[in-house]
């Protein structure tokens, strides 16, 4: 049983989504004590399969589908309609991100179920957008951080060609939109008794991501821009390369701050980053470092900022990472070496905070997992154990929602679902 302590206690949640974002959203809700059903095809969510453990369980997997009770549903069987129903109606939360036009094919049209279930609070992720001339378009991360320029916008090259990296953080954003607007949704209906729609799009949580450089002041800024673009029209008519696209571009963060002061470094044996946005942590790091005071450096030239650049990157390289750190931590300087995720399993300071939990899954053996992302005191969100193997709560969570056996071994029968642990 979930503790009355938890904020989403006694909200019942029937999640209709795959891949990562809206499963991701579910695991929050279910982390903070909702009770969560999530729809799956009888073959699975296809992160089932992306490196197997065991049968249908995998880390990716794992990783964003705890706390759930996993049902195995042929949504596009016309037999699968009445238990459509079913979940629809004894829910608060219905959550989806079906390629655009496929959830009115099913019938799971948001303003439908809305207008069936005025209470329901309907939350859906689409790639773009409903409305525009991209709104029908399919989209998944990678393309999306392309299309709203977030890509651009974190300045990675491979090979001289733009890349997202590994992490698929426009979904992750989005997850975290979406679970905030339902939040946002059930804390209104308690007050109206009004559910309602919580629309997220993909394209919006990258740009989100990129919130710095989307701005603009319109009379000191617009014609800049629009020279930009273009000069930017041109390069690309030319065949320039996507490098030299990107250094005809405008930033919000002055070039010497990116020369000097918020960057990378390599040291004699490893990385370290820097974080120096004001002009009080640039003169500590000039002291600390012993190169001239920075504020000479605003005023110099492109030449000059180079020339100072590469002075610093020697200094840098001299030494050892842990004595930087120890240098500029000292001097109150932000800094840190630079990690990779498998450093991060038994850090000390993730550990002192609870950061990772171990869990137990029945057959594919025991997970550390990140624990939920907000802590809430009294236990408000705590992180929850894998879902059951595929296919072994079928009976139940048709049975709970009103199906004799019978019905339930038609569905088994017709292979509109799936029962007992799939192998």
């Not at 959203?25 to 065991?54: H, T």
């Not at 010497?256 to 918020?262: E, G, S, T």
């Not at 610093?312 to 995720?341: K, Y």
């Amino acid at each position: 049983m979930f503790a009355e302590s938890q904020p989403f206690h006694g909200i019942r949640v029937v999640e209709f989504g795959q891949f990562v974002a809206v499963p991701f959203c579910g695991q929050l809700l279910a982390e903070g004590g909702a009770e969560v059903i999530k729809v799956e095809s009888p073959e699975g969510d296809p992160n089932r399969l992306m490196g197997e453990i065991v049968a249908f369980e995998s880390r990716i997997f794992v990783s964003r589908n705890r706390g759930k009770h996993c049902l195995p549903i042929r949504l596009s069987d016309s037999a699968a309609r009445p238990v459509v129903a079913a979940l629809a109606a004894r829910a608060d939360v219905v959550l989806m991100n079906f390629r655009p036009g496929l959830a009115a094919e099913l019938g799971l049209d948001p303003e439908a179920l809305l207008t069936r279930h005025p209470r329901l609070i309907v939350g859906e992720i689409t790639p773009f957008g409903k409305a525009g001339p991209d709104a029908g378009l399919a989209g998944m991360d990678i393309v999306v951080q392309a299309r709203s320029g977030l890509m651009a916008a974190m300045g990675r090259v491979d090979d001289g060609r733009p890349t997202p990296g590994e992490p698929v953080i426009t979904d992750y954003m989005a997850a975290m939109s979406l679970a905030f607007g339902v939040s946002a949704a059930l804390y209104r209906r308690e007050r109206t008794g009004r559910g309602g729609m919580v629309d997220v799009s993909l394209m919006q949580a990258a740009m989100t991501l990129a919130n710095n450089q989307l701005i603009r002041q319109e009379d000191l800024d617009r014609d800049a821009h629009r020279t930009a673009i273009e000069r930017l029209n041109a390069l690309r008519a030319e065949g320039a390369s996507f490098t030299e696209q990107m250094a005809a571009m405008p930033s919000a963060r002055m070039a010497v701050i990116r020369a000097l002061y918020f960057r990378t470094y390599d040291t004699a044996d490893g990385s370290i980053a820097v974080a120096c946005a004001s002009r009080g942590l640039q003169t500590r790091f000039a002291r600390a470092l012993g190169f001239s005071d920075p504020s000479h450096a605003q005023t110099l030239d492109e030449n000059g900022v180079t020339r100072l650049q590469k002075e610093v990157e020697a200094i840098v390289r001299r030494e050892t990472t842990g004595h930087w750190l120890d240098v500029l931590q000292r001097a109150g300087v932000p800094a840190s070496s630079v990690r990779f995720p498998v450093e991060l399993f038994e850090d000390a300071q993730a550990m002192a905070n609870g950061m990772f939990e171990l869990v137990e899954h029945e057959t594919a053996g025991r997970f550390r997992v990140l624990s939920p992302p907000v802590k809430l005191d009294g236990g408000g969100f705590t992180t929850r154990a894998p879902a059951a193997p595929f296919g072994s709560e079928t009976r139940q969570l048709l049975g709970a929602l009103g199906m004799d056996e019978a019905a339930i071994q038609a569905l088994i029968d017709a292979g509109t679902t799936r029962a007992d642990p799939a192998t």
